[in-house]
């Protein structure tokens, strides 16, 4: 397979491909990730000085008494400059980097994927779906797929997105386009589904206690957004794979092999199945079988020992809050099985071997990962990023709209909220007090507000270094184009930012608006305060 295929004419650059030239051109002025974020972690600390000084403040809008809520019901700014903050980094350091979230995940995860990468099974599955399946729906199923994982979302960021990129490359396209289409469909469409994932119950309960602000009996239930998810994934499926095709495709251009590590290379990618390999093939079906089997058991019957305890709930439950050990447990059982059936594999040290040989790929990551959980730790003590979100309420309150138009400004603000306050749970925290109760005394239901909000808080989580898997993805990225930099992703996954807030935001009205039809069973859509 020719892969270096740099000797192929430059495709013509159009006015969009231009711009987005410019911003990667501009991106890649920053220095490497690494020094960025050093560089980002130091700026929070003397910023914090200076807004401590000024007494930065604004008024809290959660109710007195509620978690994390001062007596003065005040958020100020809190210095990193003073003597309190200079102890509270020097001794919070390690615990920012090993308690950041994504670590533990990717590690734990990286453990049962080396073994199946390892073994072969890897190569051989991608080689018998991209062998069989039909072209010109790889990249439709990859978007699809991505936004499926959604319901455990560390199946997508951990596996989904390299392994799209593994797809592309084998099938002689370009590997980064593979993996912005996976990025999009996982990040971008990270609130449309077909199922009711973990943050769906979250989020409603957040949205149940801002709405009590005003309604102080009104229930939220998980399925609130449900119709406008699952709508929602066919939208973003279309849009997605239309982006990677139209757009990201011919700016990244012919891929260059001389700018990849060789380890993630496989030129054997697109020959046929062997016998052995067809043999390990069955085999590792039949432990993926003992393994489905084994989570329904604990998880379908009264008595499943990962449902919730306390209420019985699936979803919200152990099974989907310790899901990185299914991970673990799934490659680790298919890939030994395969390997041992198509004698990659053979003992222990084996098992072993690939779990070290995963881990020691993933040395870039882990120095990014230290300086990045510095820099979101120190942007969350501070309080900028609530001061930030509450300040923009308070613009977007400040506006005096009052009919459906609103909701364009309201998704446009949680979107460039998202940009410094990354996880959807804590932005939905400190903004639904302010939104809801707003939007429901001009006449919206709080479930109608919630749908919006998804829109704004995942549209942006392709682009912004917050989110808490940017650098595990600019990670495998490198991997492809040691030369790439922060620009480079940026520009790469804007196009579908700018697809998706334009196009599901206008899929918003028309549903909700136009045509009234329901956000979710059960949901109305305008609240008689």
Known sequence: MATDQTSAPAPRRNAFTRFLDGVEWLGNLLPHPVTLFALLALGIVLLSGLMGWLGVAVEDPRPAGATGVSEDGMIRAVSLMDGDGVRRIFTNLVGNFTGFAPLGVVLVAMLGVGVAEKSGLLSAAVRSMVLGAPKHLVTVAIVFAGIVSNTASEVGYVVLIPLAAAIFYALGRHPLAGMAAAFAGVSGGYSANLLIGTIDPLLAGITQEA??????????????????????????TIIGSLVTIFIVEPKLGAYDSSRADPAVLDDNMMEPLGDHERR????????LLAVLAFMA?????EWGVLRNPDTGDRINSPFFKGFVVWILIFFIATGYAYGRAAKSMKTDRDVIDAMAAALSSLGLYIVLVFFAAQFVAFFGWTNLGAITAVTGAGFLQETGMTGPVIFFAFILMCALINLSLGSASAQWAVTAPIFVP?????GYSPEVIQAAYRIGDSTTNIITPMMSYFGLILAWATRYDKNLGVGTLI????PYTMFFLLFWSAFFYVWTFALGIPVGPGSPTYYTP
């Open 280 to 287: 390990g093939l069955r085999w590792a079906g039949i432990a």
């Open 438 to 442: 707003m939007l429901m005394l001009i």
């Open 211 to 236: 709405a009590r602000l005003i309604d102080s009996d009104y229930i939220v239930v998980a399925t609130a957004n449900w119709y406008f998810m699952v709508a929602s994934t066919f939208l973003i």
């Open 491 to 494: 520009a790469m996954m804007l």
């Open 297 to 301: 058991l604990t998880l379908l019957p």
